[in-house]
């Protein structure tokens, strides 16, 4: 990481992890190699005993803070490090993720800098376990009610700031796997808050999930999807729940 610049607004990145020693080194390497010069870097552990919180301690003084505890789950970590960060702007970053390349953060600042959206986010690519890409998530520009065709962008690549959780709350354990996508529907679809799209491939992240680990979390991950969106007043959820998974087909292409 660089040192640190109070010339520039401070980006907080949070990295939530549970017994992911295989990959949290270089999620963390993808972070402090980053140019941008004043990065708080959050580390939220789940009490992993796999040998994730030996990497960690490598990288200890590069960490802002590190946090290991038992928790309710990835979104009850990603809350923590909400309300452990200090950064004006902020994104999570997870273990099995990493940023593309070392100018992430800083087309991140650059883009708030020139347009003043509340949100920013970009392109992610999908990898399997040699590294090569299986998908293309391409984004695109946001219109307004693009939500109530399934769209929505990659968490992983979304960073906003941190008035918006101040003011519209943070990820809800009510929706289970979908928390994510509650929440930027939320910010996003409800209550309209400005975003800009980086057409830039921002991150890369290892496929699997825990929704998708067999049929039965695949049926409870979009009644958790249907749920949010009728609390996030969609116009017609189910077409938008029909839509949503159909949007993946291009991204093998």
Known sequence: MQPQNLEYPKISVITVCYNAVSTIE?????VIAQRYPNLEYIIID??????????????RDQISVLVSEKDKGIYDAMNKGIRLSTGGIIGVLNADDFFADEKILTLVYETFEKHHPYIV?????YLDGTGKTLRKWRSGDYKKGKFNFGWMPPH????????????????SLAYGSAADYELMARFIHLNGASVRYIPVVMVKMMVGGVSNRSIGNRV??????????????????PMALL??????????F
Do not use: W
């Not at 986010?121 to 690519?125: A, P, T």
């Not at 409870?220 to 959820?237: H, I, Q, R, S, V």
């Not at 839509?243 to 093998?252: E, G, I, S």
């Open 26 to 30: 270089r999620c963390i390497k993808s």
């Open 46 to 59: 789940g009490g992993s005993n796999d040998g994730t919180l030996e990497v960690l301690s490598h990288y």
């Open 121 to 125: 986010y970009g392109d992610l690519d």
């Open 156 to 171: 992983p690549t979304f960073y906003c700031k941190r008035e918006l959780f101040d003011k519209l709350g943070d990820y």
């Open 220 to 237: 409870k991950a979009l009644m958790y999807d249907l749920k949010a969106m009728y609390k996030n007043k969609l116009f017609f959820p």
């Open 243 to 252: 839509l949503k998974p159909l949007r993946k087909v291009k991204q093998f």
